[in-house]
Nanobody, 127 residues
Framework: QVQLVESGGALVQAGGSLRLSCAAS????????MGWFRQAPGKEREFVAA?????????YYADSVKGRFTISRNNAKDTVYLQMNSLKPEDTAIYYC???????????????????WGQGTQVTISS
């Protein structure tokens, strides 16, 4: 089992920045990809970004956040980060960290490919 704990969510004004963190514990050696997803009120959960957990850094971003968000990892701390800049009101959502055992060929973007999930952290962007 892998446990994930997110932190860093807050209320910020549009144009501001936030950095989310996700600390992993347990059987982290089984992780191949770490991802961030978000779910806004009344909307389905959507993919935000993913990063390979080991080896050469490989990234993938949703078009809606490309150029504004940066995903990174610190394997020594078993932590993945999501740096969010130029935030917009439409970025308001609960942000979830997730871990997948898939990703050798391509980083997974579907939530169903992620076996482990954190509890979520609220990000609210005011206009």
């Amino acid at each position: 089992q892998v446990q994930l704990v997110e932190s860093g969510g807050a209320l910020v004004q549009a144009g501001g920045s936030l950095r989310l963190s996700c600390a992993a514990s347990g059987r982290t050696f089984s992780i191949y990809t770490m991802g961030w997803f978000r779910q806004a009120p009344g909307k389905e959960r959507e993919f935000v970004a993913a990063i390979s957990w080991t080896g050469f850094n490989t990234y993938y971003y949703a078009d809606s956040v490309k150029g504004r968000f940066t995903i990174s990892r610190n394997n020594a701390k078993d932590t993945v980060y999501l740096q969010m800049n130029s935030l917009k009101p439409e970025d308001t959502a609960i942000y979830y960290c997730a871990a997948s055992r898939s990703g050798k060929i391509a980083l997974p973007r579907a939530g169903t490919e992620y076996a482990y999930w954190g509890q979520g952290t609220q990000v609210t962007i005011s206009s």
